[in-house]
């Protein structure tokens, strides 16, 4: 991919990511007003965040980025393939999401043991999560076809589709006079039928309607599931990441799950629009270059996403140090939402800004594992990662007692460990054109972290 089609892919897809979390801050604007850092607030964050734990196994994690170049490699067989992987994928879910439906307590003793102390919220979140689970299944196929479109490099649409979600969850919110759990749930189901509704629209127009075929082709799926199985172990241990802080913030003061999920969303926005939309514009491209072993366009291509990533990143470390407290107190500073939570949210907001670029970093690194058929490698970055992020967690919120700041720096802590190993990986393995040039931009850009991180100290 040339440099002015790299730029116009990607800014496409980043507009429509913007456009997106625009709609997602307005929507948690409208859910904290409307409900503070109150218990239920703690329970939309801890509990929606199970569904998305396994989304990222079947939905745009493991599943999209294994099949991408796998249709690249299908080639006359793709339509057999994709009614395969299809099949495979709502027959799984459907019967996964009947076992949560039956025993929704197991789970959120799993993801939120803090909750048991306390009856009346640990029911209203099994409730909660039988109402929202079969989501899991609805954006699963969603991010299946969306697959589907980014190996014809069509990225937008994917990018455009979260809109849908956001708006549907503001419509419903503001519709009634008392915002509820079961409202929430109700809306977040209508969504996700409205993304599934529009995207098999949009991959029909792309000559491919999905159908359930059982006679399973091995030899078809091999090559699929030798990038599928890695990515599922690396992605369930990036996921007991992600339950780790949750059991942590379980445990922390009332309010705490609240602060670290909205700091959280503010720092999606640079992460998603730009560290995301390079890593999705580059995967087919990278895939393509290497499957042809055209190693001089592929070290180009990697060197110009990585580029790129670096520069946004640093940028929005920058504004994100300076601005803060002035950028939580403008979106979420109303309501039942006060000035305590704003300072609050700020904090942790700087503890996980502290890890931004490398955090965007390490997408796009991801995606040079998958397109090169590396999962091995993505395996074990993410135990480092989990291991780090263990001993960080415990460190920072019960040894300095940090509290819900500590998670987010434990966070920031792991991404510059694997951010690190994954530069040695690149640089033994001969795959980035200019190191010098890299590695003295990262060494300035570094100095100027510490030097913006001391002032604000």
């Known amino acids: 991919m040339n440099i002015s089609r790299f730029w116009k892919s990607s800014f496409g897809f980043s507009f429509f990511t913007f456009i997106s979390r625009i709609f997602g801050y307005l929507r948690d604007l409208v859910l904290s007003s409307s409900l503070g850092a109150s218990n239920i607030h703690d329970i939309f964050v801890v509990v929606f965040r199970i569904p998305n734990v396994f989304r990222s196994f079947f939905g745009e994690g493991a599943m999209s980025q294994s099949l991408v170049p796998s249709i690249l490699e299908a080639k006359k067989n793709q339509k057999k393939f994709l009614n395969q992987v299809f099949t495979l994928l709502f027959t799984v879910l459907s019967l996964f999401v009947l076992i949560v439906l039956c025993f929704p307590s197991l789970f959120i003793a799993l ?8 009856g009346n919220k640990f029911d209203n979140s099994s409730y909660f999560l039988r109402l929202v689970f079969p989501y899991i299944l609805l954006i699963s196929v969603v991010a299946f076809l969306g697959a589907i479109q980014n190996s014809n490099k069509q990225f937008q649409a994917v990018a455009a589709t979260p809109i849908i979600f956001n708006i549907t969850l503001i419509i419903f919110a503001l519709s009634v006079s008392e915002l509820s759990l079961t409202v ?3 809306s977040i189901l209508v969504a996700g039928l409205i993304q599934l509704i529009l995207n098999l629209w949009i991959t029909f127009k792309l000559n491919y309607f999905p159908s359930l075929d059982f006679n399973f082709d091995f030899t078809l799926l091999s090559s699929f599931f030798n990038r599928l199985l890695p990515a599922i172990f690396a992605a369930g241990i990036y996921q007991i990441n992600i339950l780790v802080d949750t059991i ?6 009332a309010g705490s799950p609240t602060w670290l999920y909205l700091s959280e969303r503010i720092i999606q926005l640079p992460l998603g629009m730009f560290g995301v939309a390079v ?31 670096i520069l946004v990143g640093f940028a929005s470390l920058v504004g994100l140090f300076l601005l803060s407290e002035l950028i939580v107190f403008l979106l979420f500073e109303r309501g039942q939402f006060t000035s305590f939570d704003t300072i609050q949210t700020s904090k942790s907001l700087l503890a996980y800004a502290f890890g931004l670029p490398f955090l965007m970093s390490n997408k796009f690194f991801n995606t040079i594992y998958f397109a090169m058929s ?8 993410g135990l ?3 291991f780090i992020n263990i001993l ?4 920072f919120v019960y040894v300095l007692e940090l509290n819900h700041v500590g998670i987010a720096l434990a966070t920031s802590f792991s991404a510059i460990a694997i951010y690190l190993i994954s530069l040695f990986w690149l640089n033994k393995n001969d795959l980035f054109n200019g190191r010098g040039k890299i590695l003295s931009y990262i060494f300035a850009l570094l100095g100027l972290l510490i030097m913006i991180f001391t002032i604000n100290i």
């Not at 590396?374 to 970055?381: F, R």
């Not at 960080?392 to 460190?395: Q, R």
């Open 374 to 381: 590396k999962t091995s490698m993505v395996l074990k970055l």
């Open 384 to 386: 480092v990662s989990l």
């Open 111 to 118: 993801f939120a043991p803090g909750f048991l102390s306390d």
């Open 248 to 253: 942590f913030a379980s445990f922390l003061p």
């Open 392 to 395: 960080l967690n415990y460190f």
């Open 279 to 309: 890593a999705v514009v580059s995967l087919p491209n990278i895939s393509e270059f290497f499957q042809k072993k055209n190693y001089d366009a592929l070290r180009a291509n990697i060197f110009q996403g990585f580029s790129a990533v």
């Open 184 to 186: 929430i749930g109700i």
